[in-house]
């Protein structure tokens, strides 16, 4: 790809790249001509053999502050750049069985799709700020603005990250940072499947939206593609929300 939308010669790192919409944007970015560092705690799959120039797996708990930052800093001493940082990463734990949320899903929660988004921000931050260059997408989801029953740890989280973007663009702006949301409505991965076989709950979803449908991992690449290059370079503090209307 060239122009504004190329992604050629452009440092990627994306957190929860082993699985689901993560490994999918690493994928299909990397073939894009990103060079993308996916981060995850396993990879079940293997790298496909065309993409291994410009595609590597790292195993880390992104929980875990200290590998990250080393992870972070080898990428950057190598590559003497790192251009976006995709904060994909993400759990949810629907809470059916009790009247309140347990505490123990509400810390983890938090602590996965808010503390650490926060961190791995700021240890990607402190070399964007060298280059005075840098993306940040993070991946906050329709529920940053509507609540859905039995969850309110992801609600919680989604939407505090909604606003630690908004934080970040206000202060980092001044570096020639930008960062913003990508927001998913209902997705087809394997998390969701459930809910997309249960006829009853799949067609309440499709019309919900104006599309009439349920959203493909492929519908997140092109915007995703759009805030990692440069035909962004005027666009910050932004939610855009891939949601079918």
């Known amino acids: 790809m060239s122009g504004i939308f190329s992604l050629n010669n452009k440092i990627v790192i994306i957190t929860g790249g082993g699985n689901g ?12 001509g990103a060079t993308i560092y996916a981060i995850d705690k396993k990879f079940p799959i293997k790298i496909p053999t065309e993409l291994q120039e410009n595609l590597f797996y790292k195993i880390c708990n992104i929980r875990n ?10 990428i950057f001493l190598h590559h003497k750049q790192l251009d976006v940082l995709i904060n994909n990463a993400g759990v949810g734990f629907i809470n059916t069985k009790n009247v309140f949320y347990p505490i123990n899903k509400w810390n983890e929660t938090l602590e996965i799709n808010l503390t650490s988004a926060f961190n791995c921000s700021q240890d990607v931050l402190s070399y964007m700020i060298k280059k005075k260059n840098g993306s940040i997408i993070n991946m906050t989801s ?11 740890a992801y609600v919680a989280s989604k939407g505090g990250l909604k ?29 969701t499947q459930k809910s997309y076989d249960d006829k009853k709950i799949r067609k309440l979803r499709e019309k919900r939206t104006m599309l009439g449908r349920w959203g493909q991992k492929h519908d997140l690449l092109g915007p995703c593609v759009f805030l990692a290059s440069d035909a962004s370079k005027y666009v910050t503090g932004q939610d855009i929300f891939v949601d079918g209307g």
């Open 21 to 32: 919409i993560g490994n999918y944007l690493a994928e299909n970015m990397a073939k894009l």
């Open 65 to 74: 502050r200290n590998k990250f930052r080393k992870i972070v800093k080898d």
């Open 142 to 152: 329709l529920n940053s603005e509507l609540a859905f029953p039995n969850n309110p």
């Open 163 to 191: 606003m630690l973007s908004k934080s970040f663009a206000r202060d980092f702006g001044k570096y020639g940072i930008r960062v913003n949301n990508l927001a998913p409505g209902y997705i087809l991965t394997d998390l």
